[in-house]
């Protein structure tokens, strides 16, 4: 209900939140070429977001050296979610423009959502709902420590 009656945000999350209280903000780390966020509407416990620092839409602007540190930082993400939640799987992906479903269509981003067998059930189907085991907050501060280590190399 704060979402839905609170103010809404303008500008970019990816360029915005992380110069912003990055607790606040569900910011996990920032490195000179990413930042790695919660979803603050995840479809799984961990749902995380992973964009470029340079605000773009566009994968083929990225320069090589910027893909591969961008690269980088999903893959070392995909590590460590891995270690904190074991799941038994994960959805990585990006969804580029409206059409294809991106929610943030001005600044690409991939998504990492882990898995498990039977995460899913009649809720979404017939409530339009999900459930998330864990409260966001709950989950940063579950994550963030290992997080950090992004940051410092």
Same mark, same amino acid.
């Given at each position: 209900m704060a979402y839905i009656g609170g103010p809404k945000a303008t500008g970019c999350i990816f360029c915005m939140e992380? #110069?912003?209280d990055r607790r606040a903000a569900l910011v996990l780390a920032c490195t000179p070429s990413a930042v790695v966020m919660l979803n603050r509407f995840p479809y799984a416990n961990g749902h995380l977001l992973?964009?470029?620092r340079c605000h773009t #839409?566009?994968?083929? #602007?990225?320069? @090589?050296? &910027? $893909?591969? @540190?961008? #690269?980088?930082? *999903?893959r070392r993400s995909v590590r460590l979610l891995e270690?904190?939640? &074991?799941?038994?799987? *994960?959805n990585v992906g990006?969804?580029?423009g409206r059409a294809a479903g991106a929610g943030i269509e001005d600044h690409l981003h991939w998504? +990492?959502?882990? /898995?498990w067998v039977g995460d899913t059930n009649f809720m979404p189907v017939l409530g339009e709902v /999900?459930? +998330?085991?864990?409260? *966001?907050? @709950?989950? $940063?501060?579950r994550l963030q420590p290992?997080?950090?280590?992004l940051e410092t190399g």
């Open positions: 992380p #110069a912003t992973v964009a470029p #839409a566009d994968l083929n #602007a990225l320069e @090589a050296v &910027q $893909y591969a @540190a961008l #690269a980088e930082v *999903l270690r904190e939640f &074991q799941p038994e799987g *994960l990006m969804n580029l998504h +990492i959502v882990p /898995r /999900r459930v +998330i085991p864990e409260h *966001l907050e @709950a989950v $940063y501060d290992h997080f950090a280590v």
